[in-house]
Antibody, heavy 119, light 110 residues
Framework: QVQLVESGGGVVQPGGALRLSCAAS????????MHWVRQPPGRGLEWVAF????????HYADPVKGRFIISRDNSKNTLYLQMNNLRAEDTALYYC????????????WGRGDLVTVSS | QSVLTQPPSVSAAPGQKVTISCSGS????????VSWYQQVPGTVPKLLIY???KRPSGIPDRFSGSKSGTSATLDITGLQTGDEADYYC???????????FGGGTKLTVL
């Protein structure tokens, strides 16, 4: 069955960096667009970034543009999110999510990985 | 402040029907498919509706979606206590070139 497993989260100081990984299995990862979505504690869902199935197209939410980089390695079935110059407002549970073909919807989600930015 | 507007909360009695609205604009809902997600507190969001009105396998037909112009709605009939959750609408915004979500609606089954 489809599995998405995030890792790499933790506590980091403001201005620091982290790289999240999302290991995918159970589906054709190299054929699927992938997204990162985050959820600050006690708050709603926030879309973060998208990468096309072949990595040729990427988009970012305005609050992370210029600081976060989404990438993928289809040979390893893994999605990444490099997060630089982290801010307190980046504190959230980060989910990777698989896009249902080109529908703009997310049919599978990982369990999430917590990123805490604090001094 | 979310790009898509949802009511913060709705409530209804077991067995009744509830409607959750999601309002946007021509740059998002007006020109893109809408999806809906259910998130029981402490769990991962689950896809309920995609492409405005389609249900993934395993989602009961008590859940239905529709779209008209720049607004979308999620209807839940035959409410059950297990339906208590937060519900989010989502779509793509062509002006932002970004995914967008509503702020979420907390459903209470009285």
């Amino acid at each position: 069955q489809v599995q998405l497993v995030e890792s790499g989260g933790g506590v980091v100081q403001p201005g620091g960096a982290l790289r999240l990984s999302c290991a995918a299995s159970g589906f054709a990862f190299s054929d699927s667009g992938m997204h990162w979505v985050r959820q600050p504690p006690g708050r709603g869902l926030e879309w973060v970034a998208f990468i096309r199935f072949d990595g040729s197209d990427k988009h970012y939410a305005d609050p992370v543009k210029g600081r976060f980089i989404i990438s993928r390695d289809n040979s390893k079935n893994t999605l990444y999110l490099q997060m630089n110059n982290l801010r307190a407002e980046d504190t959230a549970l980060y989910y990777c999510a698989k896009e249902l073909y080109d529908s703009g919807s997310y049919d599978y989600w990982g369990r999430g990985d917590l990123v805490t930015v604090s001094s | 402040q979310s790009v898509l507007t949802q009511p913060p909360s709705v409530s209804a009695a077991p067995g009744q029907k509830v409607t959750i609205s999601c309002s946007g604009s021509t740059s998002n809902i007006g020109n893109h498919y809408v999806s809906w997600y259910q998130q029981v507190p402490g769990t991962v969001p689950k896809l309920l509706i995609y492409e405005n009105n389609k249900r993934p396998s395993g989602i009961p037909d008590r859940f239905s979606g529709s779209k008209s112009g720049t607004s979308a709605t999620l209807d839940i009939t035959g409410l059950q206590t297990g339906d208590e959750a937060d519900y989010y609408c989502g779509t793509w915004d062509r002006s932002l070139t970004a995914g967008v979500f509503g702020g979420g609606t907390k459903l209470t089954v009285l």
